[in-house]
């Protein structure tokens, strides 16, 4: 059973901060990892991709995966209001690259 | 470039009663997804379309559930007979390659 796990939270940070989103998986396997917004009553939104261990940057999101330790995490700098949302991580392996999503953390950003 | 279409948007209806819902992926997208979201969860797979053919249903409940895509294109999904725990929107999502992009979803309400 392929698991991708997430703590539901909310993580609570002041506008301004670095919000840190984590997510373990159970699949060695998987080689692709997403990261989605969702906000309230609204469908997931793909922000970020990430294939290979290491750092990737793109604007004030940075995905990090430790393949190794099964993790990936997404850092948010400057931490907005408007970044509220839920925020779900997701993996695929490398035959099917049918994702498979965690619960995804609420993430509360306030002023 | 067009987004993934939906529809209805929302959909109220008995218990044992029957509902389809409609989707129309991204132009070129071979790769189709049905997965259903129940509130406070994260997406769960129920079939993967890889142009007209079924890659992954295992998950799909298929005593009552059923889908298809016609010419590797437009997909729907159908539920016949509705139980109440079928409440949960119904998202639709296409890619090509890596990483899917969600239509907005029909929410579903079985009473």
């Not at chain 1, 539901?8 to 940070?13: D, I, K, M, R």
């Not at chain 1, 159970?26 to 793909?46: H, I, T, V």
Request: glycine share 10%.
């Amino acid at each position: 059973q392929k698991e991708v796990e997430q703590n539901s939270g909310p993580l609570s940070v002041p506008e301004g901060a670095i919000a840190s989103l984590n997510c373990t998986y159970s699949d060695r396997g998987s080689q692709s990892f997403f990261w989605y917004r969702q906000y309230s009553g609204k469908s997931p939104e793909l922000i970020m991709s990430i294939y290979s261990n290491g750092d990737k940057e793109d604007g004030r999101f940075t995905a990090q995966l430790n393949k190794a330790s099964q993790y990936v995490s997404l850092l948010i700098r400057d931490s907005q209001p408007s970044d509220s949302a839920t925020y779900l991580c997701a993996g695929a392996s490398g035959g099917s690259y049918i994702p498979t999503f965690g619960r995804g953390t609420s993430l509360i950003v306030h002023p | 470039e067009a987004g993934v279409a939906q529809s209805p948007r929302y959909k109220i209806i008995e218990k044992r009663q029957s509902v389809a819902f409609w989707c129309n992926p991204i132009s070129g997208h071979a790769t189709l997804y049905w997965y259903q979201q129940i509130l406070g969860q994260g997406p769960k797979l129920l079939i993967q379309f890889q142009n007209n053919g079924v890659v992954d249903d295992s998950q799909l409940p298929k005593d009552r559930f059923s889908a298809e895509r016609l010419k590797g294109v437009d997909s729907t999904l159908k539920i016949q007979p509705a139980k109440l725990e079928d409440s949960a929107v119904y998202l639709c999502a296409s890619s090509f390659g890596q990483g899917a992009f969600f239509g907005q979803g029909t929410r579903l309400t079985v009473v």
